[in-house]
């Protein structure tokens, strides 16, 4: 068993940053490859970025690519996700995703274990 949990989300104005944060707890083997997806109202689920660990492989969606920065603390089983000159359509809930796979992922099925998600908002 893996618990995911997210924390960081907010209300922010378009150009801010906001660092996400996911904590794990339970059987680390199932965090290999950790993500992060994002589901905006009456939209589908997407990928934002994954990271195998140790913390060197990334793959990032093209829409976030050189604005989102995702990382990985292995001493304290946390993930991140850093981002910067936020927009509106970033307006999404954010989760935390993770498997015990070698492979990167960018598929939502590829994914074992998901967090309850946390609400970022960019609006004026």
């Known amino acids: 068993q893996v618990d995911l949990v997210e924390s960081g989300g907010g209300l922010v104005q378009p150009g801010d940053s906001l660092r996400l944060s996911c904590s794990t707890s339970g059987r680390t083997a199932g965090t290999f490859v950790m993500a992060w997806f994002r589901q905006a109202p009456g939209k589908e689920r997407e990928f934002v970025a994954a990271i195998q660990w140790p913390g060197i492989n990334t793959e990032y969606a093209g829409s976030v690519k050189d604005r989102f920065t995702i990382s990985r603390y292995n001493a304290n089983n946390t993930m991140y996700l850093q981002m910067k000159s936020l927009k509106p359509e970033d307006t999404a809930v954010y989760y935390c995703?993770?498997?015990?796979?070698?492979?990167?992922?960018?598929?939502?099925?590829?994914?074992?274990?998901w967090g309850q998600g946390t609400r970022v908002t960019v609006s004026t």
């Open positions: 995703a993770s498997h015990g796979r070698e492979r990167l992922s960018s598929e939502f099925r590829d994914y074992d274990h």
